[in-house]
């Protein structure tokens, strides 16, 4: 079935610095979906990418919808301590319903203050 | 103008009771879809519904587990008869007709013990 891998699976990094990550996968996704998870709370949607080749920004975050479209990346720039969460990546299905979303198992990131 | 609202946000049962968790989605989301979180994990898809229609439960256990999203009224996951692997965080999550992503709620941490 389909699978969507993150790397890295954890990063440390230092307040101010730019992160990046990515997703990757053997089938085509056409949409990629960016969210981030807090600890106790349920995912917040960050971005959301339609196009192949499509770069979008939110504030600090940049995602980008990979060409071949078996990949995406998201960078985070200037890194503050609130960046500090678990990212996952998510595409819809490809079999039968589309709102069924996979999901990576997450990018957790932490932020030296 | 709530968002995705889900109760109880911690709920303990004991092993071979029920539980029933509850989702109102966001004023204006006709979709609903519930999600499995285990910890250290990405999410699983379990159901998603409209009103009064199960449209897929791929991802439901055969036993044990069913939802509605009645007429009127939250949107209601139970289990019947838990056992301690059923213990996992339960995200509700709401989308309008036109799909753009999901709005997640704060989710239910279900302890079975």
């Known amino acids: 079935g389909q699978q969507l891998n993150q790397s890295p699976q954890s990063m440390f990094i230092q307040e101010g610095e730019d992160v990046s990550m990515n997703c990757t996968s053997s089938?085509?996704?056409?949409?990629w979906l960016w969210y981030k998870q807090d600890p106790g709370e349920g995912p917040v949607l960050l971005i959301a990418l339609y196009k192949a080749g499509e770069l979008t920004s939110n504030g600090r975050l940049t995602a980008q919808f990979g060409i071949t479209r078996k990949d995406s990346f998201l960078n985070i720039s200037a890194s503050i301590p609130s960046d500090v969460g678990i990212y996952f990546c998510?595409?819809?299905?490809?079999?039968?319903?589309?709102?069924?979303?996979?999901w990576g198992l997450g990018t957790s990131l932490g932020v030296n203050p | 103008n709530a968002g995705v609202m889900q109760n109880p946000r911690h709920l303990v049962r004991r092993r071979g009771q029920e539980a029933r968790l509850r989702c109102s989605p966001m004023?204006?989301?006709?979709?609903v879809y519930w999600y499995r979180q285990l910890p250290e994990e990405g999410l699983k898809f379990m159901v998603y519904?409209?009103?009064?229609?199960?449209?897929?439960e791929s991802g439901m256990p055969k036993e044990r587990f069913s939802a509605e999203f009645p007429k009127e009224g939250p949107s209601i996951l139970r289990i019947q008869q838990v056992v301690r692997g059923d213990s996992a965080a339960y995200f509700c999550a709401s989308s309008p007709l036109v799909f753009y992503g999901y709005t997640f709620g704060s989710g239910t941490r279900l302890t079975v013990v």
């Open positions: 089938s085509i996704f056409n949409t």
């Open positions: 004023k204006g989301h006709s979709h």
């Open positions: 519904l409209q009103k009064e229609n199960i449209i897929d």
């Open positions: 998510a595409g819809p299905s490809n079999a039968g319903n589309n709102r069924k979303l996979i």
